[in-house]
């Protein structure tokens, strides 16, 4: 499947406050830090820190860098911090579909058709689905249209009543991961939009649970799988997720690839078999 653009990223939300402090404030308390280990950290000193917390102080724009970096705010909320002091953006926000990321677009549809015939997909801070591989087409069949339209939305295809929910046979224990997944990700962006979608994929309705809807034996998995049927078959996965190292970009800090490892023999053989 190629690669295509599902939208502009939705803003973040950033807590309300006059300038960049109140701003740092709320990253450096919600991290659990406090004013003195952040100035030690940052080469600086409690006073400073607190200084430019109250607005007493303008810090520079290196010293907002730095702090944002030490209490590992995300990219794009490092642009508002600096917009926040004054200083311009840093870092670009590259459509997905420009001609400067056609090496990254490329070098993930390669990566992700190397996984074949394991599923692998690339999904962005939303879920949203930029691209996936045959594997993730084969779990996809008789899905309905509506639900397949873009922008192709990984968490509500896995937990919507028509979509795959109803095909997992541990659904209560892989529902409670990708909702404690998404507050993870709530708690580190603070992202409204995030939390919308949280708060739709949270009330859908949990299928009941059906003879045979839970695994025949306990296996001893070395982490939590997703087991899920096909075509009278129950295959079994182990999520993995992979994002960019020291990203200079919004679009690419926020892009993440997961493959789905096969986690017993049996899953192996079938995929083989089905996509050679």
């Known amino acids: 499947m190629t690669i ?10 950033a807590p309300s406050g006059q300038g960049v402090g109140p701003l740092l404030r709320a990253w450096r308390e919600q991290r659990r830090v406090s004013q003195l280990e952040l100035a030690l950290r940052a080469d600086s000193s409690a006073r400073h820190i607190s200084f430019i917390e109250t607005g007493r102080s303008r810090p520079s724009e290196e010293m907002v860098l730095r702090l944002a970096e030490h209490l590992d705010v995300p990219v794009r909320e490092r642009n508002a911090l600096l917009l926040a002091a004054g200083y311009a953006p840093r870092y670009p926000e590259t459509p997905l579909d420009d001609p400067a990321l056609d090496a990254l677009r490329a070098g993930m549809e390669q990566l992700i058709q190397g996984y074949e015939p394991y599923p692998a997909l690339v999904v962005d801070a939303m879920y949203n689905v930029h ?3 045959r594997g993730i087409l084969m779990l996809l069949d008789d899905i309905p249209e509506h639900l397949l339209q873009p922008p192709l ?3 509500r295809l896995t937990l919507h009543p028509e979509g795959l929910a109803p095909r997992i046979r541990n659904l209560r224990e892989w529902r409670g991961h990708l909702l404690s997944q998404m507050e993870r990700q709530i708690a ?3 992202s409204e939009p995030l939390r919308a979608l949280y708060e739709e ?6 299928p009941e649970e059906t003879p045979g809807s839970e695994p025949d034996e306990p296996v001893p998995y ?3 799988p997703m087991q899920i049927e096909h075509e009278g078959r129950v295959l079994s996965f182990i999520s993995s997720i992979s994002t960019f190292n020291t990203p200079m970009d919004v679009t690419v800090a926020e892009l ?4 789905l490892l096969p986690a017993d023999p049996a899953t192996v053989k079938y995929l083989q078999s089905l996509l050679p």
Request: hydrophobic share 55%.
């Open 153 to 155: 939305n990984a968490m």
């Open 188 to 190: 580190l962006h603070r």
């Open 201 to 206: 994929v949270a009330a859908y309705p949990v």
């Open 256 to 259: 993440a690839i997961e493959t």
């Open 4 to 13: 295509v653009p599902s939208g502009n990223a939705q803003p973040v939300i």
């Open 131 to 133: 691209a996936a591989n």
């Open 222 to 224: 070395f982490a939590l």
